[in-house]
């Protein structure tokens, strides 16, 4: 089956040209400025939305590659043409246009017959010729399970041999130590996919082995247990990585094949039996909603429970998908020899059929995956014919922290804001404790504490005269501040776009209830874009709160003094 690129341009025009507000931009489905491809061509589609469609009956469009009009197949005058009738207030013009190798550059040009001119920002399109790639991210959280590291690293293992055969590259990332898989590392790790360079052409595969539960946090959702649950967090919010919202949302938009396994369990009870924590039917109706074009398969069906077993040394589910790769899922066409090619289609096969069997041999009991491919997709994965030789499985090195976890403390934020009584900034302060919620997720931390603002106790500790006498986390129940401080944010505006442009920048300082001392401290900036200055700012302050909320922010530790 072949995929068209589908590029939308919306030009939004109060006709005649020229007014201000008018601008030409790409929008969805890509969202972003380029485009990875192995095709030779595409499909161009231009919507162009209007307010006064009879002034714009005389316009022309030109659609320009590489800094040259682009001429097409048979056109006149290099390709401009006039726009197509209007349904409504909307044009739109499809165009399928082929595709040098290297980089394909393309801007929509709009001209009245006065001769104003817009164009829209560049798109780039860079067209690759090679094999597809393979990209992996196997996560095995170690939180009370006992084979969830072995599975991980053996699918990471198995699928790294396909480099340079039916592969180009194989490369990813094997997460299977504590602090590795807590829940802020692994979020920005999903989050860093939508970075790579893939095309339609390649693969990306997730495997999940740790405990599974259904979620309401961001409405119904089904949510695989973080390590942070080690490290004594509670709070969903803090632990839970969400199929929806965290996996999903990360990977729907990306141009090439997905493909999600899930080993979601809990050790539950003795001899090999692995539960799904909550009701397992409702958190698979909400895997089922999966997106067309993506595959998920997990590793059982209903109320059932998942097992392994120390035969296996894994757990079902994950040794019947390393038989179907080593081999058994290749299946014969009537007349044929085995191709020594696994598809898709071919090992979830397999799994829904070797999985029963393994399980009812041991346990006499039912487990059955579910395999939710709604584009019916089958393609390739392995070649288990040609494959380099495999690493075999050791124990993982895992450079632990010396520090014991943290749960337990807590941190108090206090906003130190321009007007700080002002309900905007109290708004802010609440925004940032939010965001520092996720990135020390194995804290209590509540917003509080303005007495110490107004005595002048937080300005004294910035400015390097902390008060050693007082006894600050005693008197306040906590370990640590985080105390907020914003610049007054800078503006200008784009004389072309009228577009505002607003500079935020915060400082964040922590600081040790128990000895005043500063533990660290982080300045961040960051350029908001919006219509006035108010939504400028609202962009520049939502960057912000997401780099809180990626920041790996190391404090020294904290020793309570004797006098506390």
């Not at 030009?11 to 192995?38: D, K, N, V």
């Not at 949302?249 to 809990?266: F, G, Q, T, W, Y």
């Not at 807590?410 to 802010?428: C, H, I, N, T």
């Amino acid at each position: 089956m072949k995929y068209a690129v589908l590029l939308l341009i919306l030009l939004s025009s109060h006709l005649g040209f020229g007014q201000s507000g008018e601008s030409l931009r790409w929008t969805e489905p890509f969202g972003r400025a380029t485009i990875f491809t192995a095709r030779a061509d595409t499909t161009l589609r231009l919507e162009i939305s209007l307010s006064n469609p009879e002034a714009a009956e005389q316009a022309t469009i030109q659609l320009i590659r590489n800094g040259q009009k682009y001429a097409g197949s048979g056109q006149k005058r290099m390709g401009e043409e006039k726009l197509p009738k209007a349904e409504g207030q909307t044009v739109v013009l499809t165009k399928r246009v082929p595709l040098a190798e290297g980089d394909n550059t393309w801007q929509a040009e709009v001209t009245t017959p006065e001769g104003v001119k817009m164009r829209s920002p560049l798109l780039r399109i860079v067209r690759r010729v090679r094999k597809p790639n393979l990209y992996l991210l196997c996560v095995g959280v170690p939180y009370n399970l006992r084979y969830t590291r072995r599975d991980a690293q053996a699918i990471f293992n198995r699928f790294k041999t396909q480099e340079g055969h039916l592969f180009g590259k194989v490369e990813g990332k094997l997460l299977v130590c504590a602090q590795d898989t807590r829940y802020s590392p692994l979020g920005q790790t999903l989050s860093d996919l939508q970075r790579e360079e893939m095309t339609e052409e390649d693969v990306l595969i997730l495997f999940f082995s740790s405990h599974g539960t259904p979620s309401s946090l961001e409405g119904k959702d089904f949510g695989l247990v973080s390590n942070d649950a080690s490290f004594g967090v509670r709070d969903e919010r803090y632990v839970l990585l969400l199929y929806q919202k965290d996996i999903i949302s990360n990977i729907e938009n990306l141009p090439c094949k997905r493909i999600v396994l899930l080993d979601a369990c809990h050790s539950g009870a003795a001899g090999g039996e692995k539960k799904w924590i909550g009701t397992l039917l409702e958190a698979q109706n909400i895997v089922a909603q999966t997106p067309s074009g993506l595959v998920t398969i997990t590793s059982s069906s209903g109320s059932e429970s998942s097992w392994e077993h120390p035969t296996w040394q894994q757990g079902a589910f994950t040794f019947a998908l390393l038989e179907g790769l080593a081999g058994r899922a290749d299946v014969a066409e009537r007349g044929r020899k085995k191709d020594g090619i696994i598809t898709v289609g071919e090992l979830s096969q397999h799994v829904q059929n070797r999985v029963p069997h393994l399980v009812d041999s041991v346990f006499q009991e039912s487990q059955h995956p579910r395999v939710y491919n709604p584009s019916a997709l089958d393609y390739p994965i392995f070649n288990y014919k040609m494959k380099e030789k495999e690493v075999p499985l050791t124990t993982p090195v895992c450079a632990e922290s010396e520090e014991k976890p943290s749960s337990g403390r807590k941190m108090a934020v206090l906003g130190l804001l321009p007007g700080s009584s002002s309900e905007m900034d109290r708004q802010l302060t609440e925004k940032v404790t939010e965001s520092l919620r996720r990135s020390f997720s194995d804290y209590g931390v509540e917003e509080g504490k303005e007495k110490l603002i107004r005595d002048g106790t937080v300005i004294a500790i910035i400015d390097g005269y902390p008060p050693k006498s007082r006894g600050l986390a005693n008197e306040f129940g906590v370990d640590c501040f985080c105390f907020v401080t914003r610049a007054t944010s800078a503006y200008s505006q784009d004389a072309t776009t009228r577009k505002w442009r607003a500079e935020v920048k915060f400082r964040l300082y922590f600081v040790s209830a128990h000895s005043q001392e500063i533990l660290a401290d982080r300045e961040l900036t960051e350029t908001g874009v919006g219509i006035d200055r108010a939504a400028a700012e609202s962009a520049g302050i939502a960057a912000i709160c997401q780099k809180i909320r990626n920041a790996k922010i190391v404090l020294k530790p904290m020793i309570p003094t004797t006098r506390n």
